[in-house]
């Protein structure tokens, strides 16, 4: 038998099978009992779905939680019902508010990379779309810094973070092979 080729008298099975309300996994232990094949409870679910069969009634295959013969459950009563597990959370379906950018007061001179000199702040601008020409901030810089004063702010952490002292760094030497 040729994957993915069922044989009519198999999908004859599937169809009376489908009709007595059996589940795909008991369809499939059913038809390969029958014929001798080898099918699985997915193959039995798909072959249903391209005979048509899905839509007319759509069956659900039994839980693989076993139960004990005393009726109890291995699954706490908590866990049993989860209604809403494929649900996103409430707040993902409210529209989200619009990002205030940070305003740093200064107009750029939006200059190119090989107009700016040496002392010029290097905070870029644009790039964003394809194609689109980077330029550069180009007012005066910091002592010991690439940006002006406006952009080092915008670039550092916040003042709280920045009292906080760093410990040493560590750097690993590693061969580029």
Same mark, same amino acid.
């Given at each position: 038998?040729?994957?993915?080729?069922?044989?009519?008298?198999?999908?004859?099975?599937?169809?009376?099978?489908?009709?007595?309300?059996?589940?795909?996994?008991?369809?499939?232990?059913?038809?390969? /009992?029958?014929?001798? #094949? !080898?099918?699985?409870?997915?193959?039995?679910? %798909?072959?249903?779905? =391209? +005979?048509?069969? *899905?839509?007319?009634?759509?069956?659900?295959?039994?839980?693989?939680?076993?139960?004990?013969?005393?009726?109890?459950?291995?699954?706490?009563?908590?866990?049993?019902?989860?209604?809403?597990?494929?649900?996103?959370?409430?707040? /993902?379906?409210?529209? #989200? !508010?619009?990002?205030?950018?940070?305003?740093? %007061?200064?107009?750029? =001179? +939006?200059?190119? *990379?090989?107009?700016?000199?040496?002392?010029?702040?290097?905070?870029?601008?644009?790039?964003?779309?394809?194609?689109?020409?980077?330029?550069?901030?180009?007012?005066?810089?910091?002592?010991?810094?690439?940006?002006?004063?406006?952009?080092?702010?915008?670039?550092?952490?916040?003042?709280?973070?920045?009292?906080?002292?760093?410990?040493?760094?560590?750097?690993?030497?590693?061969?580029?092979?």
């Amino acid at each position: 038998m040729e994957p993915g080729h069922w044989p009519s008298e198999h999908s004859d099975a599937l169809r009376e099978y489908f009709i007595k309300g059996m589940s795909y996994a008991e369809i499939g232990r059913q038809i390969n /009992a029958r014929f001798g #094949a !080898a099918y699985t409870r997915n193959a039995v679910a %798909g072959r249903a779905k =391209r +005979l048509g069969l *899905l839509a007319s009634a759509p069956m659900t295959s039994p839980s693989i939680v076993p139960s004990l013969p005393s009726g109890a459950c291995l699954v706490s009563p908590h866990r049993s019902a989860l209604p809403n597990l494929n649900l996103p959370p409430k707040s /993902a379906l409210k529209p #989200a !508010a619009p990002v205030k950018l940070r305003c740093v %007061g200064v107009q750029p =001179r +939006l200059i190119s *990379l090989v107009e700016l000199a040496p002392g010029d702040c290097r905070y870029p601008y644009g790039g964003d779309k394809d194609e689109e020409e980077i330029t550069f901030c180009g007012h005066p810089r910091q002592p010991d810094s690439s940006y002006c004063t406006p952009h080092a702010r915008l670039t550092r952490r916040s003042e709280v973070a920045s009292t906080r002292v760093a410990g040493p760094v560590v750097l690993r030497l590693i061969s580029a092979a």
